[in-house]
């Protein structure tokens, strides 16, 4: 999508898209245009009763006056109630509209809009590319009408270089989220744990820096949890590490830490086979960390943070973990498998582990797609986050609550860590029917040394949708890579 911005004129042709506010306070540009077709704009709002409430849409074709195809009014609710979310979703909707009717190019007519705050007219930008995302690679037969048709956006606004300039840095995190979509509609036949990590190496052309341990190498590391889940797969297991190091060299990094299940069949302890197929996402997390480092080098963060990938498919061959099997973790602890499903877990342990011994960061926050618990307790609104560092979880709480990738704390404390105890092993790996997010967390927990600020964000319910947003399509949400990039600039860049 190619998004310009210009104090020009408005084109005499195409769909004009003018915002128009709840409480009579309207823009310029809505005055302007009702004055040049004699008041039509107002007309059609009375007579279709609109009244500019956020959401709504009103197409007025081919006003007398003007030779434009159409206008757009695209209600924004109340002018002292818009924010850069509500500009976001104004955007969203109006792409949403159009992105597949045939039409190749809008203009938003933005004059008097926000001319006091560029962000807030970037946001509508913002909003509008995040909702052009469409996933179409691998259709070769689709109607011209299923296929995206708009190419081109324009935005019109009287400080239009203040609006390109904040729109700069919010282009490069769209990027980011574009990436992790793909990467999670991706099928599995062609992302897998070696063509994962390739897609980690173009990461380099940002300045990222990216080294891949291969299984022959975290063997002797001695990662015997993760590898473990690998080792019924035809897919040798990798270890994908990014570095993006653009704070001060004294500075300990921030990890993040994602769950890379490329897909997940459940092991020898086989899931149903009806929906399996959206298994081919339970590797959420590591998608999300890697748009996240895509995003914060693409506008080249002033932090250090690093990413780690524990990357691998979850099958059932002969060669496959069986339940009651004990692996050996690289921290040296051992987990009785009692479930093979509850496989991410055993692939984050290891991770958690080399993050802490290669790179002493000041914070970790890990990302899985962990567990359906999550979902019934939270649906698909809230990522459930897990922690017992207060100040961690309100910095991921005031990150989500701006840029709409939400979390909800849940609790996991000693008594979900006594669910876990094995009697042959130091922990096992599932806890029972109760808590089953919580007993996850615990055992995740069991793999973070005392003093190290950690997070783990349960995000089963966030990677994947069915129910369109404004800015989100169905599929792939994009989920964790805004979230992660707010966290960053909001308290490692001030």
Known sequence: ?????????????????????????????????????????????????????AGQLLEIPSPKGLDNAAICLAGAGKRSELDLLAAEALGGRVIAKYLRDGEKALVFALEGFADDDAGLAARVAFGARLRSYSFDKYRTTAEKSELPSLTKIAMHSTKSAAVKSAYAELEKIADGVFL?????????????????????????????????????????????????????????????????????KSEAPVCFVGKGVCFDTGGISLKPGPGMGDMKWDMGGAGAVTGAMAALAGRKAKANVIGILGLVENMPDGNAIRPGDVLTSMSGKTIEVLNTDAEGRLVLADALTYAQQKFKPSAIIDLATLTGAIIIALAHEYAGVFSGDDDLVAKLDAAGKATGDRVWRMPVDKAHEDMIKSPIADMKNIGGREGGSSTAAAFLKQFVDDGVPWAHLDIAGMAWTEKETPIIPKGGTGYGVRLLDEFIRANYEA
């Open 1 to 53: 999508m190619n998004i310009t911005f210009s104090k020009a004129s408005l084109p005499k042709a195409g769909i004009i898209v003018v915002p128009v506010f709840a409480d009579g306070d309207q823009t310029a540009a809505f005055t302007d245009l009702d004055g040049k077709t004699d008041g039509a704009l107002t007309r059609a709002t009375k007579a279709r009763d609109f009244s500019g409430k």
């Open 180 to 248: 992790t979509r793909d990467l999670v509609s991706e099928p599995a036949n062609f992302l897998y744990p070696e063509t994962f990590a390739q897609r980690c190496k173009e990461l380099e052309s940002l300045g990222v820096k990216v080294e891949i341990l291969g299984e022959a190498q975290m063997k002797k590391l001695g990662m015997g949890s993760l590898l473990g889940v690998g080792q019924g797969s035809a897919r040798e297991s990798k270890l994908a590490i990014m570095k993006w190091m653009g704070g001060a």
